[in-house]
């Protein structure tokens, strides 16, 4: 829905003057895609329901969500910047190429490399090893014309998934991150943009709606065909329409690389903002509501 609404309507709500007709739809089309994986197990957490069955449904949703939608948006930033269709080829296969190494190969030798910091050394030490590899991955893959974000990304999933990188060091790193790097993002993003001169309502609007109602549908519908009854499936729509960090990621490297232009990028702003405040009491609404269903019908919740 994303790809077709901007490809129809690119010169009257999305064009940057760029003719990169092909390129922005596509950005659109991933960005309205992505469910934030860090948002949306914040809400759960405070929902209490992170351990149950609509909990891991919606977080493994959105791991694959989060990944599938990377590689799109370097696959993306790759056909941009070739000039030619063979050019663009090699591009998007040395992007999934890369993404296969990093998953398979990578992320089992860092599994070992945790395995031996974590023996050997203290608990700061082990988190300044997985930081300075995120940097190296950053580096490698700038190098390789794909933006350093997304090689950033691919190693923060490969030590994420190893066990010896644990909790305890998550928390630690999430913090750390929440507190110091979150705010400065953020602050960099408001000084750079004048989000009053270039607010667009009907843009907003359209962006907004989009995202809604395709995630919504497309969430409901899976969950319907997988089992899950009314409330469920609507409980875990609105999960995964919870967006986060990475739409805004995503949306400040397409800004600088003039495949959107400001008053897109605000109203992707202002749709991650929406998304994310009301998918916590809508999500806990429908939850509610089951458990009355269940309760009145002598089904255990």
């Known amino acids: 829905m994303g790809f077709v609404t901007d490809w ?11 003719n990169n007709q092909l390129i922005t739809a596509l950005f659109f089309g991933t960005a309205l895609s992505i469910t934030a994986l860090s948002v949306i197990t914040k809400i759960m957490m405070d929902l209490e329901i992170l351990r149950t069955k609509i909990g891991n449904l919606v977080l493994t949703s959105a791991m694959i969500d989060d990944f599938l939608g990377w590689i799109l948006f370097s696959v993306i930033l790759q056909m941009m910047n070739s000039g030619s269709k063979q050019g663009s080829l090699m591009s998007v296969m040395m992007v999934l190429a890369f ?16 395995f031996v910091a974590q023996k050997n050394l203290k608990i700061g030490r082990v988190i300044t090893i997985a930081i300075c590899l995120c940097f190296i991955s950053a580096i490698i893959t700038e190098y390789l014309g794909v933006r350093a974000v ?9 030590i994420g998934d190893s066990q010896y990188f644990t909790e ?17 993002f953020f602050a960099s993003i408001g000084l750079q943009l004048n ?6 309502l009907e843009v907003v609007l359209v962006i907004i709606a989009i995202a809604c109602i ?10 319907r065909i997988s089992g899950l009854n009314q409330n469920e499936s609507i409980a875990v729509a609105f999960g995964m329409n919870a967006r986060g960090a990475q739409e805004i990621v995503l949306g400040l490297l397409a800004l600088q690389s003039k495949i959107i232009d400001e008053k897109v990028f605000e109203a992707l702003v ?20 089951d458990e009355k269903r269940r309760s009145l019908i002598g089904i255990p919740t």
């Open 214 to 223: 395709a995630k919504l549908i497309g969430a409901v519908i899976g969950c």
């Open 168 to 184: 305890r060091h998550k928390l630690i790193l999430h913090q750390f991150t929440v507190n110091i790097i979150a705010p400065l």
């Open 99 to 114: 993404a296969l190494f990093m998953v398979s190969v990578v992320r089992w030798l860092i599994n070992k490399l945790l």
């Open 195 to 200: 989000f009053v001169s270039n607010f667009n």
């Open 8 to 18: 129809f309507f690119y010169q009257r709500f999305f064009s940057t003057g760029t």
């Open 150 to 158: 997304f090689g950033a990304f691919l190693m923060g999933v490969a």
């Open 270 to 289: 202002v749709m991650t903002v929406f998304t994310a405040v009301v998918s916590g009491p809508v999500m806990k609404y429908y939850l509610i509501k």
